[in-house]
């Protein structure tokens, strides 16, 4: 079985800060795992995933993730928010079933204030 | 390269009616699910074609529910009759065989009333 739970409904910081949202996985397998942002009435846009190369993975628009097996977890980051990076960030795990189907967290909400 | 396309972007039905939702993949793509998010919960999968067969739909709520791809080329999911609880976002990605590359559609909005 496969999951992840992402840690904060909603993140809020101020244009120019770190941003940080959390997200901890289970598998039975060797996972591959994303993150997928949302922007409002728009489509699932992929940032970034991992396959098991590089721990570290870097993704569009300055996001990041560390894969942390000791852990459990596949933080994402970004140094300095931006007013556009406002969206729902989805961290999401995959495996072997379903033909590698993907299985979504709850979603956490980014508001960037200014 | 165009995207996936999905139609209708917005759908309101009254409840008991029919809803077909269609989805176009990128071309080549022989992958294609079906996801759907209900309002407050998480997005989830609903099934797998791979070209024209039906790899897997254990995601499917019921028998109410039906999915088709033609030819291994686009492919419809059909609502009958509709429930209120169907209200929610119907995604659809697709993927080349082998690859983690999901390109997703941008969903349509059903809203049974």
């Known amino acids: 079985a496969q999951s992840v739970t992402q840690l904060d409904s909603h993140v809020s910081v101020s244009e120019g800060t770190p941003v940080l949202l959390r997200c901890n996985y289970s598998?039975?397998?060797?996972?591959?795992l994303f993150w997928y942002v949302q922007h409002p009435n728009k489509g699932l846009q992929l940032l970034l995933k991992?396959?098991?190369?590089?721990?570290l993975v870097k993704g569009i628009n300055g996001f990041e993730a560390e894969f942390k097996k000791s852990e459990t977890s596949f933080h994402l980051t970004k140094p300095s928010a931006h007013m556009s990076d406002a969206a729902e960030y989805f961290c999401?795990?995959?495996?072997?079933?379903?033909?590698?189907?993907?299985?979504f967290g709850k979603g956490t909400s980014l508001l960037v204030t200014p | 390269e165009a995207g996936v396309t999905q139609f209708p972007s917005h759908s309101v039905i009254e409840k008991g009616q029919t809803v077909t939702l269609r989805c176009d993949p990128i071309?080549?793509?022989?992958?294609l699910y079906w996801y759907r998010r209900v309002m407050g919960k998480e997005i989830k999968f609903l099934l797998h074609?791979?070209?024209?067969?039906?790899?897997?739909e254990s995601g499917m709520p019921n028998n109410r529910f039906l999915a088709e791809r033609t030819g291994g080329t686009y492919s419809t999911l059909k609502v009958q009759p509709a429930e209120l609880e169907d209200s929610g976002v119907y995604f659809c990605?697709?993927?080349?065989?082998?690859?983690?590359?999901?390109?997703f559609g941008s969903g349509t909005r059903l809203t049974v009333v």
């Open positions: 990605a697709s993927s080349p065989l082998g690859n983690y590359g999901y390109t």
């Open positions: 598998s039975s397998y060797s996972p591959s």
């Open positions: 991992y396959t098991s190369a590089a721990t």
């Open positions: 999401v795990v995959s495996g072997p079933r379903a033909g590698y189907a993907l299985n």
């Open positions: 071309s080549g793509h022989d992958n």
């Open positions: 074609f791979v070209k024209e067969s039906k790899q897997d």
